[in-house]
């Protein structure tokens, strides 16, 4: 049994620095028919759950803090008993919408997930979050990058815990240093590759 991604949809709100905007997030849901991880748990966890279906989710791995990709993590948790995945750099992103719970396991630079046979490293990629991670799915051929990467250039960073040149620096040395053909999972919006965002960004 190999690995697939699955995928869904949500619509809500995203909130920072007072001002509140409407948001279509992606989920990806990477597994076999036994097993997955959720990468982002944005607005709704039924939506979420539904993908899901009967199998057990291993880890729920989040992109960044941001309130539109966490809202509904620790419901999630709840619902599966998985662990929730987080880079500690963006813990004070994280506290602005969970003040009174925490995530469970520390996403490192490097990390490995295992699930359905396959691996998802994780590759840290601050700039529109501190602790902004994308996720190499190298057997799969394609990466999800929540807001660091779009289909059309980098991650916002005009808002509070960003910063352009990092995030620039970050796509440059650990998202254009993968296979051109890599497809590019982002977080909001239509898919990419490496290769196109590449020749975008000059
Ligand atoms: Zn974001």
Redesign the pocket.
């Known amino acids: 049994m190999s690995a697939r991604i699955d995928h869904t949809t949500t619509s809500g709100t ?1 909130s ?1 620095d007072g001002e509140t905007h409407e948001v279509d997030n992606n989920v990806w849901v990477v597994g076999d028919d036994h097993e997955c991880v959720v990468i982002d748990a944005p607005h709704d966890v039924d939506r979420i759950l539904a993908v899901v279906g009967d199998r057990r989710v291993k880890a729920i791995l989040c ?2 803090a ?1 309130d ?2 966490v809202r509904v993590a620790p419901k999630l948790r709840h619902e599966t008993q998985a662990p929730i995945f987080l880079h500690p750099h963006d813990h004070p992103v994280w506290e602005l919408t969970h003040p009174t719970e925490l995530w469970d396991v520390d996403l490192a630079d490097g990390q490995i997930i295992e699930v359905a046979g396959t691996r998802l490293r994780a590759l840290h990629t601050p700039g ?2 501190p602790g ?1 991670v994308c996720f190499h799915a190298e057997e799969l051929g394609c990466v999800f990058t ?2 660091t990467l779009f289909n059309g250039g980098p ?2 960073t005009g808002r509070s815990f960003s910063d352009h040149d990092t995030i620039v620096e970050s796509i440059r040395t650990k998202l254009f240093t993968l296979p051109e053909d890599t497809v590019v999972h982002t ?1 909001h919006g239509d898919d990419t590759t490496v290769g196109a965002e590449k020749a975008a960004l000059g």
């Open positions: 995203f920072l992109t960044h941001h539109d990709h529109h979050a902004a929540g807001d991650g916002a977080g």
